[in-house]
């Protein structure tokens, strides 16, 4: 039998033969082989941190049940990429859930046919089932008011599912998701703000100008304060373009995918992080004036999460929420006056005083800057 390790490096290095034992391995491929296949890279110059393609499978032998395409997700070939994967668990992580949650988390998800981390090459390998049916979010289109509800329901749910759960033991892999927003922010925040400022402050009002040097320092400081509340687990990067919807009436309305940062935090982080970057504001004032829709058991733990829209807008500073994801997502958008603006963008638009909302934000104490190092 093909040994399954070493791992494939790169989606040009699988082989039938490794995909045969791959697929084995996980039951999708009970008898028969895979002959041959194609592939084609997707989301390219949407993630940095790994490469996806879709496989269009071909077999000898195989069963009806046998998967005519299934997606490849493999580490960047890009060494810095890499690093930033490795150094903060992102492969491993995502391994670890399609390994150990995936099937019943509360919250669809693709169906894994392998997953594996080796942890000596800092290398991983990941199959999945390849999603039919519906199509992604758009985060730059923006979340329609209805994507938005469903998304919210069924993380809500989710949240629900692991609210304060005992289960968090069996699970050592799954730690702090503020931590895992913390460490990238103390690292690169004080040498990405002058960067960002020269390309693209356009997006930045006077107002708002003065405030960023201190921004990151000021960001630790309300972290500390997101980590006070009861924990859940979540998925950490809870957007449109890691989300599928599928057709209505499906049997699966939504599947979450890309979970790298899944980790234990308070609920509003995933609910505010969609809310704030994907939707329109006028489509916020909208929801925050609809009556809530029923909410399933355990309800309680919804309503003191705060995951209805409006509670979960209000909660956090709005200069705290999708900054970072702007500046992020800038680089790969068109040229300024070709491009679309997206939500995270428009938030500027809405009547609010900068310098005020700004002081909403803690300030940097001394024992954040002692303890955390920064």
Known sequence: MTELTPLPPSIESLTPEWLTAALRSGGALPEGSVTAFGHEIIGEGIGFIGTVARLKLQYSGAGPEAPATAIAKLPSEDPGSRMV???????????????????????????????????????????????????????????????????????????????????????????????????????????????????????????????????????????????????????????????????????????????????????????????????????????????????PQPASRRRREGLLLRPAEDRLPRLLRGSHRRWRRTPRHPPRRERPRPPADRVFDEPLHLRDAGSRLPRASARVVTARGS
């Open 85 to 295: 994967g490795v150094a903060f668990g992102l492969y491993e992580r995502e391994v670890r859930f399609y390994s150990d949650l995936a099937g019943d988390c509360g919250l669809p998800a693709p169906k894994p046919y392998f997953s594996h981390y080796d942890a000596g090459a800092g290398q991983a390998a990941i199959i999945l089932e390849d999603l039919t049916g519906g199509a992604f979010g758009d985060q730059v289109a923006g979340a329609s008011l209805a994507e938005a509800e469903l998304a919210i329901d069924a993380i809500g749910a989710f949240h629900a599912r692991w609210w304060e759960s005992p289960e968090f033991a069996r699970y050592p892999w799954i730690t702090s998701g503020i931590e895992t927003i913390r460490q990238p922010i103390q690292l690169m925040y004080a040498a990405a703000w002058p960067v960002a400022m020269e390309r693209f402050g356009y997006v930045f009002p006077e107002e708002l100008r003065p405030l960023i040097p201190d921004f990151g320092r000021r960001t630790m400081a309300a972290l500390d304060q997101m980590t006070l509340g009861p924990e859940t687990l979540v998925h950490g990067d809870y957007r449109p373009d890691n989300l599928f919807f599928g057709a209505p009436g499906g049997a699966r309305p939504l599947v979450a995918c890309d979970w790298q940062s899944p980790g234990k935090a308070t609920g509003v982080v995933d609910a505010a992080y969609f809310i704030t970057g994907s939707m329109e504001p006028a489509d916020r004032r909208k929801a925050r004036r609809r009556p809530a829709s029923p909410l």
